[in-house]
């Protein structure tokens, strides 16, 4: 008991914390080193560790509660309803590719609950962000919109104008206020306005960083989905070829073909065809170098045939002749030559 009342004492004070936590989230904000430097990151854990320890220190001290309105928060303890727009602005300040889709959703929560304690006690006017549920209903009405309307884009564009000029008379109004405030004769209306101011601009900062966010999820989500598509496409590729086999009906047909298995065919229809066709053996390839001695053939015997039929016709021509020559003398029919 007494080691545990002597680790608490050693904890820093809540007004001290918080004042850690706000100077690393500036000197975050305004570092000229690069944001993946091992110096950022380095405070960029220490902040979200020592917000994890003031969220459970204001857990523990119950200062919100849930019927209090906002007159009712002292002014001094406004600030620490700024604790879950600190947790989503460093959680977005981490480099870690491979986590980074987890990141953008742990930031957009903590926006989101800042967002909503906002709301509850009236800090300002604005429309809460859609959950994930209800935005996932409205991304997929709206898919099936062939043309979506322009009155919501035209509002859209106008409350963005708006929060930007919002933040920025914010910050000029916080930037003449600081140098007050950081004196000690500063009295309670001041500091009620600072830190209402602060809410207010964190309130703008939080609705820029979950619009950010969900475009940067819905990138990486369509990202992820085509590197799932290109991986499984080129897996099926890389895949052997299945060899053909013959499936039989019956056991007759098992004892020509095989049953199938484990006697498979060894080459396909078109393996058997470019061999073949190599080799000069189908019947259309000896049809075509066969045609022309066929046909030369053909036309031999034929001329052989009419040669035998010459012959044979002079050779009765001839035995005609002779049997006339026979009958008829030397003269015969001359009736001019009478002497």
């Not at 986590?99 to 989101?112: G, N, V």
């Not at 909503?116 to 919109?145: D, G, I, R």
């Amino acid at each position: 008991m007494a080691a545990a009342e002597e680790d608490k004492s050693l904890l820093p004070r809540l007004p001290e914390l918080f004042e850690t936590i706000q100077q690393l989230l500036d000197e975050v904000e305004e570092a000229a080193e690069p944001t993946a430097s091992r110096i950022i990151q380095d405070k960029v854990l220490k902040g979200l560790d020592l917000l994890k320890t003031t969220a459970e220190m204001l857990s523990q001290l119950d200062l919100f509660g849930q019927n209090e309105d906002l007159e009712e928060i002292a002014s001094t303890d406004l600030k620490y309803l700024m604790v879950p727009a600190f947790q989503g602005a460093l959680t977005m300040k981490q480099v870690n590719p491979s986590k980074r889709l987890d990141h953008l959703q742990w930031a957009r929560e903590h926006f989101l609950n800042y967002l909503t304690q906002c709301q509850y006690y009236h800090v300002a006017e604005f429309e809460l962000p859609q959950t994930k549920n209800n935005s996932a209903e409205n991304n997929t009405a709206s898919s099936s919109m062939a043309y979506p309307s322009l009155i919501p884009m035209a509002s859209q564009r106008q409350a963005k104008i708006e929060r930007y000029r919002e933040k920025k008379e914010a910050e000029r109004r916080l930037s003449a206020m600081r140098s007050a405030m950081e004196s000690s004769q500063v009295d309670d209306e001041h500091v009620r306005e600072y830190y209402l101011l602060d809410l207010r601009r964190w309130v703008c900062i939080s609705l820029e960083e979950i619009e950010s966010i969900d475009q940067e999820i819905k990138i990486l989500r369509e990202k992820d989905s085509s590197q799932e598509a290109l991986t499984s496409h080129s897996s099926l590729q890389d895949r052997p070829p299945v060899k053909p086999f013959t499936l039989t009906r019956n056991a007759t047909q098992a004892k020509v073909f095989g049953a199938g298995y484990p006697s498979l065919a060894s080459l396909t229809v078109n393996d058997w065809y470019d061999q073949h066709w190599k080799c000069g053996a189908l019947p259309d390839q000896g049809i075509a170098k066969t045609a022309p001695e066929v046909k030369s053939s053909a036309q031999e015997q034929e001329d052989q045939e009419q040669e035998d039929e010459d012959d044979e016709q002079t050779f009765h021509q001839a035995q005609q002749q002779d049997d006339w020559k026979d009958t008829h003398p030397r003269g015969y029919g001359n009736r001019q030559n009478m002497g």
